[in-house]
């Protein structure tokens, strides 16, 4: 089993900046993606930014060139560094931990709030 633990959340401004961080331990394979996926009250869960433990990263159309997604594979980290943020950032924002050899499996993180005030 792998266990994901998100932090950094919190209240900003807009314009402002926060860091995330998510943890994993537990049984993590070697080839694996982590990433961050946000849902707004009454939407959707959506892909923020992933990265392979290559260092291939991925990110949705509104948040590049503010969003920044990098990890410490020694640490089994990954973090969001999250700029110039905007009211419509406002979320929960999840920590996502996907095996990438077969059977692929995904495992999440509890969820951290992330509001952004106008």
């Known amino acids: 089993q792998v266990q994901l633990v998100e932090s950094g959340g919190g209240l900003v401004q807009a314009g402002g900046s926060l860091r995330l961080s998510c943890a994993a331990s537990?049984?993590?394979?070697?080839?694996?993606?982590m990433g961050w996926y946000r849902q707004a009250p009454g939407k959707q869960r959506d892909l923020v930014a992933t990265?392979?433990?290559?260092?291939?990263?991925n990110y949705a159309d509104s948040v590049k060139g503010r969003f920044t997604i990098s990890r410490d594979n020694a640490k089994n980290t990954v973090y969001l560094q999250m700029n110039s943020l905007k009211s419509e950032d406002t979320a929960v924002y999840y920590c996502?931990?996907?095996?990438?050899?077969?059977?692929?499996?995904?495992?999440w993180g509890p969820g951290t709030q992330v509001t952004v005030s106008s």
């Open positions: 996502n931990l996907r095996k990438m050899v077969w059977p692929s499996e995904d495992y």
């Open positions: 537990g049984s993590i394979f070697k080839f694996n993606r």
């Open positions: 990265i392979t433990s290559g260092g291939d990263t």
